[in-house]
């Protein structure tokens, strides 16, 4: 059996009647057969797909049954600190082959949601790694700039390991003259093989905090990063399901853009934590071969 309940019954997936916030056996029923008929799947990546550089149990053979069944699918994340051709070349040394076009990083959408929102021509001013300014800025209608030389459209903050008091001070005056503030996500830690440490919001809270101005949030757990996946894929909400590890993320993100949502218990959230936590998964399951079980009814 690829998983069994976290609860400890012996089913794979745990019931969200479990607890009091949650709703009957007939609302786990229906998520399974939901997660059956679903037309398209969205994963987190790391905690799910893969911890570090090592894949996890399943990864293969679930992606290779929804090329199968024909089910599209796309890989969400948070991280903006690598391309999509970089996450391609990542999983390909884990012995995956997912193409450029289905994986969607938080640089990639934040990029489409400014192209949106901003005139062509406009400054950003960018608080982050080499990988996101190459996301934002090519083939784009959009130009770097360093606050005093001109006034920014935008001011784009992420992760950025070589974040400084002189670059907050710059976000900080850029956005207070008007800039906009986008932030790529609001992740507290980033999950590492040395174990957690400060994440994208941690430098996203000291810009808030400075300027005084709520970012406008792309990735996880606000839905904009999974609705632009599911627009790429050409599936309603209500057609697809939200994997990942992260209660906070994830599955709020999930829940949020109107998705089945599937927490798996092989990265951030520990079953422990789901009755105390609030954010109600519709299944959690124990990893990828319990969902593949789930998804072609084998559970028992």
């Known amino acids: 059996m690829a998983g069994d309940q976290a609860t400890g019954s012996g089913d794979l997936a745990v019931d969200v009647a479990a607890h009091a916030e949650v709703a009957s056996d007939d609302a786990a029923a229906n998520a399974r057969l939901r997660l059956r008929a679903a037309r398209a799947f969205v994963f987190d990546m790391d905690g799910v797909l893969y ?3 090592t894949p996890l149990a399943g990864v293969g053979d679930l992606l290779n049954a929804l090329e199968l069944r024909e089910r599209r699918y796309m890989l969400a994340t948070n991280n903006s600190m690598a391309t999509p051709a970089e996450y391609v070349a990542k999983l390909a040394g884990m012995g995956l082959d997912v193409p450029e076009e289905a994986i969607l990083t938080a640089g990639i959408a934040t990029r489409d949601y400014l192209v949106e929102q901003l005139p062509a021509g406009s400054g950003l001013f960018v608080i982050g790694m080499p990988a996101l300014r190459e996301q934002l800025f090519d083939g784009t209608p959009f130009h770097p700039v360093q606050f005093g030389e001109e006034q920014p459209a935008a001011v784009v903050a992420a992760l950025d390991l070589v974040f400084t008091y002189d670059k907050l001070k710059a ?3 850029a956005i207070r003259s008007g800039a906009r503030f986008i932030a790529t996500n609001t992740d507290a830690t980033l ?14 809270a000291a810009i808030a905090v400075a300027s005084g101005v709520k970012p406008t949030v792309v990735g996880k757990p606000e839905p904009l990063l999974l609705e632009q996946a599911l ?6 909400p209500a057609d697809a399901v939200m994997i990942g590890d992260r209660l906070d993320s994830d599955i709020v993100a999930g829940n ?14 520990t079953r422990e934590e789901i009755a105390s936590a609030g ?13 593949l079980d789930t998804m072609i009814g084998n559970e028992a």
């Open 256 to 269: 949020r853009a109107g998705m089945l949502t599937v927490l798996v218990l092989t990265g951030v959230s």
């Open 51 to 53: 911890r570090g550089a």
């Open 231 to 236: 627009h790429r894929v050409g599936v309603a």
């Open 171 to 173: 976000a900080t005056a």
């Open 191 to 204: 999950p590492t093989e040395a174990g957690l440490v400060p994440g994208a919001g941690s430098i996203v």
């Open 279 to 291: 954010i109600w998964p519709d299944l959690v399951l124990t990893d990828l071969p319990a969902v």
